[in-house]
């Protein structure tokens, strides 16, 4: 099993450009989340899904968009790219409420 | 609204001795879930060690163990017999009410010195 894999692992992107953050999981998780990662900071959920074909908005959601299509794939999207949006990004997935979450390795993205 | 606070922005603890990290949170919900998640130098969330608030039983996995406080509000980890692999910064964490989103804390930077 791979668990929650995310790419890429590192991007650099200009402002104003767009990019994909993608994360895939082989656990067959209904829930899967996408948090930001701050400089000495805890995780901040952007968005989150419980299903294929449902999202919500989390706590920062300003910015980016997702979709999930499939119970394994749930992308994150940033349309236009702003310095206020380099962090470390982790995608995180779950069976259910009181179960832990299982995390990829994260995305480092840095906006210049 | 859930909220998790770590206080305590960074310790040190000598190898092989005991350090206790601190952490209070605030729910309304009645059911819910508290984690201690540990993130290395690599960046890797781990889990380190869950509690689940009906149960009035203190987890505990290996070198690990919570003190949970449900009145005080209050999820303390304990970690005994310290090494220097447990250096890394954790994070309290809070589940509650539906989605199980998370709710984390600012986390702690433990250092263990040899």
């Known amino acids: 099993n791979a668990g929650v894999t995310q790419t890429p692992k590192f991007r650099i992107l200009k402002i104003g450009q767009s990019m994909t953050l993608q994360c895939t999981q082989d656990?067959?998780?209904?829930?899967m989340y996408w948090y930001r990662q701050d400089p000495g900071m805890g995780l901040k959920l952007i968005y989150y899904s419980v299903g294929a074909g449902i999202t919500d908005k989390g706590e920062v959601p300003n910015g980016y968009n997702v979709s999930r299509s499939t119970t394994e794939d749930f992308p994150l999207r940033l349309e236009l790219a702003a310095p206020s949006q380099t962090s470390v990004y982790f995608c995180?997935?779950?069976?259910?409420?009181?179960?832990?979450?299982?995390f990829g390795d994260g995305t480092r993205l840095s906006i210049l | 609204a859930q909220t998790v606070t770590q206080s305590q922005p960074e310790m040190s603890v000598q190898e092989a001795e005991t350090v206790t990290l601190s952490c209070t949170y605030d729910t309304s919900e009645s059911n819910y879930y508290l984690f201690w998640y540990k993130q290395p130098p690599s960046r890797q969330m781990i889990l380190v060690i869950r509690q689940e608030a009906y149960k009035q039983q203190n987890a505990t996995e290996n070198r690990f163990s919570v003190n949970f406080q449900k009145a005080a509000k209050s999820f303390s980890l304990k970690i005994s017999d310290s090494q220097l692999g447990d250096t890394a910064m954790y994070f309290c964490a809070l589940s509650a009410g539906a989605n199980s989103k998370l709710t984390f804390g600012k986390g702690i930077t433990l250092s263990v010195r040899p």
């Open positions: 656990m067959n998780h209904n829930y």
């Open positions: 995180a997935s779950t069976m259910t409420g009181n179960q832990p979450q299982h």
